[in-house]
């Protein structure tokens, strides 16, 4: 029998489960129509980001992708000029630091292509493996050790490649070969078998359909000397990013590092301090760049921060006169108030010093700042309220960043009621890191934004394994069989689990184990299956050498209209442990609000800001903003409105007028009054830095 769910999450859920959650927008979503970089309605899930793909690729190449070699080239031009090679900050996934306990890099794929859009070698290549298994099948990309580097070859079938061969498709250092004829792209064991000629930019260029080899740099071609390591299954995906915003919450984005002054930077990375601007960069990568890779001669160039971090904002101001703020609340009574915090991006930090991990260190700031705090006890927990950070009585202003930076999730425990809080002007802001490349831009000429919001929101348990261990109910990590239970935290409807698994599979990996993940919608009494006869299938050449873990992963539709919880059990007969588990569950907001998308954006003529209502509901409407030339994007920022209710009779409404058409704000763009753009960092003269790998 499952043991009782531990009590710190057991007692907030049970306090909570009675409260409204009538208010906000659930999972709000845009997209522009800029060419290249439209937003995350674009991409938020596999499907989208596919056909996005494809038609970046026909762009570019003129070619619908239909084979997998051709998906495969999209899905690989497509990352080239989305992500970049840079280090990101590790998540504290094993409860002993951030640079400690296990395997750190950051594996699982959208919090990879969303909070970061960077990452070194190894970690992006772990990351695509679960695009590859989305767009190809299972366990049809892998990582592969090669000289200094993690490079990575995907399973092509069809035509030239038959019942389907290995072929190298790395996109860290921009690089696929095609043979001397151009009829298919070859493995790297091929191309070790003739390496001078191969990575040879100059050595029948024609065969290379306009991908040029080592396209970052011309002398990367030379990590292929060695061909050592497979890493099967190296990566994992869970949920699409999902925002849930509250009534009272602004969520706003910057394209730039610097937030509003243009000189506070927040970041969850390495500190290059490239031009003087603190945090995460790239000076070679075709992100930002994208229309110049297909068909270059002299590849992506360097130029100092052509690529940088961008920042994600939550602003929540609670309205306590109303019950409206009780939809961020898990725990409340007379003298306190406990809020939840989930984001798909990662809380950063202005670092105390300018050393490259300064992010590690104690002393960070902005990531999490109170103001209006009435005099009383506050404290945070990063592990769904099992342990405590207390700070003791606070008045007026707190920043808290050290206790939940590197992270995705907090509670936050105030010592006052809500009558005592109501008068205070309490307000919570949350800075992210996120990737420039999943945001909406606008363009020249007009843009177009496509709105949608499916009204959900996600609650985890995990990937840090004490966050996960605070909703384990049965079996315990570093064993072969665990338990993790989830609960919708004011009661609402859940519609979808996720979950995966960090497996110690062995070196090699035995292709007969099967690992199973099984869920329950009524206290474990009975079990469907999520993933069945899950295996690490072996399958082309390999090297001598294999990564001894492997990941598990999946989700489920949840048909029990009236389920609010869920059990999720994973298990294998191979006797093999699990390092970490995490579920994540998605339920529906029951947020009615309606929701505001403002725009401020620089162009020939100065500083233009514009807004736009569109009322709550599944269905996309759509926007039409008017742009003028040399067009900069600033920032993007999404805000629940309460409206109030239509005067006319609705059977009176013009029934030519489509239910999801936006109630207009500002359609047009407004100079803003002297407001200067952001100041400029200075550009001292810059040397080109050492290219490191993983």
Same mark, same amino acid.
């Given at each position: 029998m499952p043991r009782k769910l531990i009590a710190p999450l057991g007692a907030l859920l049970s306090l909570v489960s009675a409260l409204p959650a009538c208010a906000g927008v659930g999972d709000p979503q845009v997209r522009s129509d800029h060419p290249w970089y439209p937003g995350e309605l674009a991409m938020s899930t596999f499907d989208r980001l596919f056909a996005t793909q494809a038609e970046a690729y026909r762009r570019a190449t003129g070619i619908d992708p239909k084979t997998d070699e051709q998906k495969a080239l999209a899905s690989w031009f497509w990352r080239n000029t989305h992500y970049w090679h840079g280090e990101e900050g590790a998540e504290d996934l094993w409860g002993g630091g951030f640079t400690a306990g296990g395997d750190l890099r950051t594996r699982e794929y959208w919090t990879g292509l969303f909070a970061h859009g960077f990452g070194l070698c190894g970690t992006t290549h772990s990351q695509w493996v679960a695009e590859m298994n989305a767009l190809l099948g299972h366990n049809r990309g892998r990582g592969v050790g090669v000289t200094g580097h993690n490079s990575f070859e995907v399973f092509l079938t069809g035509g030239p490649y038959g019942a389907g061969k290995w072929a190298l498709l790395d996109h860290d250092i921009s690089t696929v070969i095609f043979n001397k004829e151009g009829t298919a792209l070859l493995s790297i064991p091929e191309v070790r078998a003739n390496l001078g000629q191969m990575i040879n930019r100059s050595y029948l260029p024609q065969k290379q359909h306009g991908w040029l080899v080592a396209g970052l740099d011309a002398g990367d071609g030379g990590v292929y000397r060695s061909y050592e390591t497979a890493e099967y299954l190296a990566g994992y995906s869970g949920p699409p990013p999902t925002v849930h915003l509250r009534r009272g919450e602004t969520f706003r984005r910057y394209l730039q590092p610097g937030l509003e002054d243009g000189k506070t930077f927040v970041f969850w990375g390495r500190n290059y301090k490239t031009d003087s601007i603190p945090g995460p960069e790239r000076s070679q990568t075709w992100v930002n760049q994208p229309e110049k890779m297909h068909g270059s001669q002299r590849g992506a160039g360097y130029r100092p921060g052509q690529a940088r971090y961008a920042n994600a904002v939550y602003t929540y101001r609670p309205d306590f006169a109303t019950a409206d703020y009780k939809e961020g609340v898990v725990k409340e009574s007379a003298d306190e108030v406990t809020f939840e915090f989930y984001t798909p991006y990662i809380i950063g930090a202005t670092p105390p010093n300018d050393e490259p991990w300064g992010v590690y260190e104690r002393g960070g700031k902005n990531g999490l700042v109170l103001t209006g705090v009435p005099s009383c006890d506050v404290s945070v927990s990063v592990d769904q309220g099992k342990t405590w950070k207390e700070f003791g009585r606070i008045a007026g202003r707190a920043d808290l960043t050290d206790a939940v930076k590197g992270r995705r999730q907090y509670l936050l425990r105030l010592g006052a009621g809500p009558k005592a809080l109501a008068p205070s002007g309490l307000t919570m802001t949350t800075v992210c890191q996120a990737s420039v490349s999943t945001m909406p831009r606008l363009k020249d000429g007009g843009t177009r934004f496509t709105f949608q919001a499916s009204g959900r929101a996600v609650i985890s348990a995990g990937p840090n394994r004490d966050q996960a261990r605070a909703h384990l109910v049965d079996g315990d990590f570093g064993t072969p069989k665990v338990t993790l239970q989830l609960a919708a935290p004011r009661g609402e409807r859940a519609v979808t689990v996720y979950a995966a698994a960090h497996v110690q599979s062995g070196n090699p990996p035995a292709p007969t184990v099967k690992y199973q993940i099984e869920y329950s919608t009524d206290a474990g009494k009975s079990w469907k299956a999520m993933l069945k006869d899950w295996t690490v299938t072996r399958r082309g050449d390999e090297p001598k050498d294999f990564w001894s873990q492997s990941f598990c992963w999946g989700s489920a539709e949840l048909s029990d209209p009236k389920a609010s919880a869920v059990q999720v059990r994973f298990s294998n007969d191979g006797g093999k442990s699990y390092a970490r588990c995490e579920a994540h569950l998605v339920y529906d907001t029951g947020g009615k609000d309606s929701t505001k998308l403002t725009v401020n954006w620089m162009d020939e003529v100065g500083v233009h800001q514009a807004g736009q209502v569109f009322p709550a509901g !599944?269905?996309?409407?759509?926007?039409? +903003?008017?742009?003028? *030339?040399?067009? $900069?994007? *600033?920032? +993007?920022?999404? $805000? =629940? +409105?309460?409206?109030?209710?239509?005067?006319?009779?609705?059977?009176?409404?013009?029934? !030519?007028? =489509?239910?999801?058409?936006?109630? /207009?704000?500002?359609? !047009? /763009?407004?100079?803003?009054?002297?407001?200067? #753009? *952001?100041? #400029?960092? =200075?550009? /001292?003269?810059?040397?080109? /830095? +050492? *290219?490191?790998?993983?």
């Open positions: !599944a269905a996309p409407a759509t926007w039409d +903003v008017p742009t003028g *030339r040399t067009v $900069e994007t *600033r920032w +993007v920022q999404f $805000e =629940p +409105v309460k409206l109030d209710p239509p005067k006319t009779d609705p059977a009176k409404a013009d029934p !030519a007028k =489509p239910a999801t058409d936006p109630t /207009p704000m500002k359609t !047009a /763009p407004t100079p803003a009054k002297p407001t200067p #753009a *952001r100041p #400029a960092a =200075p550009r /001292p003269k810059t040397t080109k /830095p +050492v *290219r490191k790998t993983r």
